[in-house]
């Protein structure tokens, strides 16, 4: 598998004092968890019924000497594809939890678990894809190795106290027998969750019902990719209200503005040399979208029905797929990601001037911002 060397130390040369510790102990135990996990290279790692196979650069994990904080590196190959994970900025300081969760075959899994999530940036054959928020980090031992569970624990142990913290780690997770998932007949993570469930761990992801209703306004930037070209869009929303949306074409702002009244278009690039209103039936249909709340939470409420399709797995990613239809008869599935419930792809159908339409939205890199909202 191609390995990815992302370390390059950095060192601040500054007086030490007592508290802290030698750049020559974090190293050390830097290069102990990186070999270790080398031990677990090819094994394979069974997420939902996918099996990947694992791999790992030289230096797969990291505390950086300069502040304490570390990074880690898995590669997982499935079939055609690799993806690489890279998580950073992790403060080891606040793990809570650590103890081995159940896996199959030579392959054993360490969790630390954290109080909010940690961030980790996904690459599918070297080029980003997203990033996913995450409250825990695994690590990795070979089963076929004697004592390889034990003698991980007590390397994160030893980190744990190297970095002042104490011992993290309790005497019974270094009793416990091995935990090994043995194995059973698959199911599609989907058919583990009703589209109820679903949804009501979409909107929990996002941030819950109250924060989703408090929104007022929302601007969004982003691409729409038609006949071959990469179309710049700027969108203002007022929730329940107004919106606008600008799409930048040949040097021209190409406007639409939708309203609770009705909607309509100023478009240079079709020789629009005033706005020209909607028809009733778009500018109903447009209006549907001044919902800030969107269509899944209070579905039911807003007269949309919902229907579970199932799941399946999109590069490496297994999701959950939930079809909604609208009073209107417009018809969105929605990807919804299993681990992070957050929505990945969204796919409208609608009738268009008599003429079906397909549009496709694809969504990611996650963020909390100052105010709380995802």
């Known amino acids: 598998m191609k390995n990815i060397t992302l370390f390059i130390l950095l060192w601040i040369g500054s007086v030490l004092d007592a508290q802290k510790i030698s750049y020559e102990k974090l190293d050390s135990i830097s290069v102990q ?48 594809k690799e993806f690489v994970s890279i998580t950073e900025n992790i403060d080891i300081s606040q793990a809570d939890k650590i103890y081995q969760v159940p896996s199959e ?41 004697k004592d390889s569970r034990k003698k991980l624990l007590t390397q994160l142990d030893d980190t744990f106290k190297a970095l002042n913290l104490g011992s993290k780690i309790s005497k019974e997770e270094f009793l416990a027998e091995e935990s090994i998932k043995m194995d059973l007949p698959k199911e599609e993570p989907a058919k583990m969750l009703t589209a109820d469930q679903i949804i009501k761990k979409y909107v929990a992801a996002m941030g819950g019902e109250e924060k989703i209703k408090s929104i007022k306004t929302l601007y969004v930037e982003g691409d729409i990719s038609m006949q ?69 939470l209070d579905y039911a409420n807003k007269g949309n029905i919902v229907e579970l399709l199932g799941a399946e797995t999109q590069n490496g990613r297994d999701l959950y797929k ?9 018809v ?43």
Not at 247 to 263: K, R, Y
Not at 322 to 330: A, N, P, V
Not at 361 to 371: A, L, Q, S, V
């Open 33 to 80: 968890i990186s070999k270790f996990q080398l031990q677990s290279e090819n094994l394979i790692y069974n997420i939902s019924g996918t099996k990947y196979e694992l791999g790992f650069p030289e230096n797969n994990f990291q505390i950086f000497f300069s502040n304490n904080l570390a990074t880690k590196v898995l590669n997982k190959k499935f079939e055609d």
């Open 105 to 145: 075959g030579d392959l054993g899994i360490v969790r630390m678990d954290f109080p909010k999530s940690v961030n980790t940036q996904i690459y599918t054959n070297g080029v980003y894809t997203t990033t996913v928020h995450e409250n825990y980090l695994e690590f990795f031992y070979n089963r076929n190795n």
């Open 228 to 296: 071959g070209m990469k179309i710049p869009v700027r969108s203002w929303f007022i929730n329940h209200q107004a919106m606008r949306m600008d799409m930048e074409i040949q040097g021209h702002a190409n406007t639409t503005v939708v309203t609770n009244n009705g909607s309509w278009t100023l478009f240079p690039i079709q020789n629009q040399k005033r706005p020209v209103d909607a028809d009733s039936t778009t500018a109903k249909e447009s209006a549907e979208e001044l919902d800030l709340s969107g269509d899944l």
């Open 322 to 330: 939930i079809k909604l239809i609208r009073k209107s008869g417009t």
């Open 332 to 374: 969105i599935t929605f990807f919804i990601e299993a681990g992070t419930f957050f929505l990945i792809k969204r796919v409208v159908n609608k009738n268009v001037q008599g003429t079906s339409v397909e549009m496709t939205e694809t969504i990611g890199d996650y963020k909390i911002n100052n105010d709380g909202y995802v």
